[in-house]
């Protein structure tokens, strides 16, 4: 066997070499666990928000007021659509009334769609089907600096379900009331 | 650390052709009948190359803090392993039909009739070794069995927790030498993890290993977050977030986990990517109901608008060139993929096949764009060159959206959502192979694979 004496000068020098590397080497970089991450905003709370009514009673400029007065807080839109049908049309000048009769209250329109489109497709989808409410509240005289918009895209149904039941009811912009 | 494994490399080769009996040449060689020792990377419904990987034999006795020579040696091997299974060519074969073991002796002369009697065809073998730092170097070498042949060597040299990462880098060379494209088993994951109900998701970043190990959270799940993209650096991160209710793109830093907001600007801000030069973001913003292409210069805060029309236009991608942008509009009638020059000049519709295109990601090879194909109320992730010919569609699912390039550009990594709201991550490779799932804690989506680390 003439290979033993040949290996170990292999190993040996191996390990030299490394030890004369070692000086100069560069780590892996190896991250540190996050930083205490700065501290976020509480959790959201926005679709259907009820605000308890006390003794039977309804509080008035509430978002159980809004949808007791005008029957729903909610406008359906027909599939990839962002146009305001004439239901919705109805719905939509019951909340215009519903803010002239509460000059103090601010809604933000949220935009929101089924789960058939790309995320980022629907993001902006959803984003024209608020405008199209905000654009229809501000036409019948409700100032632009109580309506906001957000778009929630896919990412918050109303209903859970991958049927055309659930998808119409998640095509939708929600007037929700911000306060006064 | 390039430097140090090409002087590892060029002393081991020097020390090899010194002594006679160890002198085999590095790099690919002719077996005598054989040709070559080669993986047909384009090849249809091929079989898998049988591979032994046999555990890496401790080149000394040392312990280091992430365990012996001998533990990680075993270790590096089940990972090594673990990837080369990973990309559907190589077949690890099973460690207890091994006739031999390995010593530091057969790692650098193996006994190939022993591995031949188990059909090996390529011979993955190695060490570890503790150096006197605390570090590991582990010690990287191929074979062909059938033709007694050496194909590759390398030494990678580590701290000791950084035993992973060299295991990865031997199982990327293996890969580049036999199939001719580069690995990209050295690299990680970001993505969205998942739970709750489907009308209240908690959405959280986290990342991961590209085979899911040192898996972690980025952000607590307060606040809603959607498509993770890595910076070609790799150690900053552009997503989108809910924050304060003011959904828009924000940039994360890893190592620190700082988190700040991008801009501010009038509308919803979504859709980021970073340019290859990662000097520049381009994004979609949202205005009055009004979508289109922004780009966006980090060090600056300069944006310029790329697209003016009034359909909504997003997913944008560079090309890896940084000369285009591929993105969809709907500007046509429904979701199709369009490419313009990365000044928003010369915007041509590129995808006319059935259906809606979106989403479409420019591959980092630059030869194909990935794109999700929706029809007949399913999502399916298909490719085709950046002209628009050679469309092929590569997945169909129920929802299968958010493809993600291998830093190779040979596997796109996917999210898949069936009618029950349930969602995981998936690769496929471009052949359309290879399709299986990644393991993740809980559910997942929009992946985002990162660049080869470093």
Redesign the interface.
Known sequence: MTTTPLRLTLLTSLVLSLAACSGQKQEVAIEAPPATARPEAPATTTIGEQIPAMGGMTVPGSQEDLREKAGTDTVLFAYDSYELDAEARGVLARHAEWLRANPGVRVTLEGHCDERGTREYNLALGDRRANSAKNFLAAQGIGVDRLSTISYGKERPAVAGSDEGAFAQNRRAVTVVMGR | ?R??HR??TA??LT??TA????AQPAGPQSGPQTGPLRVDINAGLMQPMPIAVPAFAP??AGTTEAGTTTALGERAAQVIANDLRSSGLFRPLDPAAFTTTVG??SV??PDFAAWRTIAAQALVTGTV?A???G?I?L?CYAYDVFAGTEIARQ?F???A??WR??AHKCADLVYSRLTGESGYFDSRIVYVSETG?????I?RLAIMDQDGAQH?F???G???V??PRFAPGQQTITYMS????R?RVWLYT??????EAVGEFQ??S??PRFSPDGQNLIF?M?V??N?DIWRYNIATRQSVRLTTGPG?D??PSYSPDGRQIVF?S?RGG??QIYVMNADGSNQRRISFGEGRS??PVWSPRGDYVAF?R?GS?R?GIGVMRPDGTGERLLTNG??D??ASWSPNGRVILFSR?D???RSGLWSVDISGLNERRLATPLDA??PAWSPL?P
């Open positions: 650390m430097t140090i002087l590892l002393t081991l020390l090899a002594t006679a009996t160890l080149g000394n530091v002796d650098l002369a070794t150096n006197p730092d570090g170097t010690a030494g040299v580590t701290t927790a950084g990462r060299a109900p489907r009308t209240n998701r959405k972690r980025l952000t607590s307060q606040n809603l959607l498509t809910f924050e304060n209710n959904p890893l190592g620190s986990g700082r988190q509308g919803m979504f859709a979609s949202a009055g109901g979508t909504i997003t997913s969809e709907d429904s979701q979106a989403s999700t929706m109320g999502f129920y929802q959206e958010g959502s009618r029950s709201g989506s929009d680390l």
